[in-house]
T-cell receptor, first 114, second 115 residues
Framework: DQQVKQNSPSLSVQEGRISILNCDYT??????FLWYKKYPAEGPTFLIS?????DKNEDGRFTVFLNKSAKHLSLHIVPSQPGDSAVYFC?????????????FGKGTRLHILP | NAGVMQNPRHLVRRRGQEARLRCSPM?????VYWYRQLPEEGLKFMVY????????ESGMPKERFSAEFPKEGPSILRIQQVVRGDSAAYFC?????????????FGPGTRLLVL
């Protein structure tokens, strides 16, 4: 059972345009969400996170939106740059209480086209 | 300010041999997590450790796999009698002492190939 779902295995976006990566989750206990970026042969790199008390968090070109009622979040990258080509993983865990494992989606491969 | 270190980066083993994967967390981090990534899959949680304690091993196979994080030295993920299905990338992550940050920082991974 996939608790964190990224339904688009890949996405191609023109350089300079907006990239929108989507993620859905099923576990209502999740209250902390993260996006990681991964290049081939490297470990995931933390990008941005959002707590469930917020519906938006922005960091430079990256913005994450959270819709709790729909159990949906999205990552917006604008403007998209060639170096953004990578696999993006959506992840979730529980912020309150003890430390807990992160549950990852399967990833979306983003291609930025010249 | 070194990040999470993992070694070896690549490991080749024959079926039945043992694999030992090492992870040194970021300085000041006392929480270590191990994840496994199979081809075309996301990362799957295996085990969470603090110094000398296993906190959550719910994602780790019951047989052949073990993990430790001793008082001194790196965390070790040990796989005994490896099989071809163990071929995967194994990532270690660390996080700081218990505080408001729940972000985990990942190492470069160890790619295990079982022949």
């Amino acid at each position: 059972d996939q608790q964190v779902k990224q339904n688009s295995p890949s996405l191609s976006v023109q350089e300079g345009r907006i990239s929108i990566l989507n993620c859905d989750y099923t576990n209502s206990m999740f209250d902390y969400f993260l996006w990681y970026k991964k290049y081939p042969a490297e470990g995931p790199t933390f990008l941005i996170s959002i707590s469930s008390i917020k519906d938006k968090n922005e960091d430079g070109r990256f913005t994450v939106f959270l819709n709790k009622s729909a159990k949906h979040l999205s990552l917006h990258i604008v403007p998209s740059q060639p170096g953004d080509s990578a696999v993006y993983f959506c992840a979730a865990n529980r912020e309150a209480g003890r430390d807990d494992k992160i549950i990852f989606g399967k990833g979306t491969r983003l291609h930025i086209l010249p | 300010n070194a990040g999470v270190m993992q070694n070896p980066r690549h490991l080749v083993r024959r079926r039945g041999q043992e694999a030992r994967l090492r992870c040194s967390p970021m300085k000041g981090h006392s929480h270590v997590y191990w994840y496994r990534q199979l081809p075309e899959e996301g990362l799957k949680f295996m085990v969470y450790l603090q110094k000398e304690n296993i906190i959550d091993e719910s994602g780790m196979p019951k047989e052949r796999f073990s993990a430790e994080f001793p008082k001194e030295g790196p965390s070790i993920l040990r796989i005994q009698q490896v099989v071809r299905g163990d071929s995967a990338a194994y990532f270690c992550a660390s996080s700081p002492n218990r505080d408001s940050s729940k972000t985990q920082y990942f190492g470069p991974g160890t790619r295990l190939l079982v022949l």
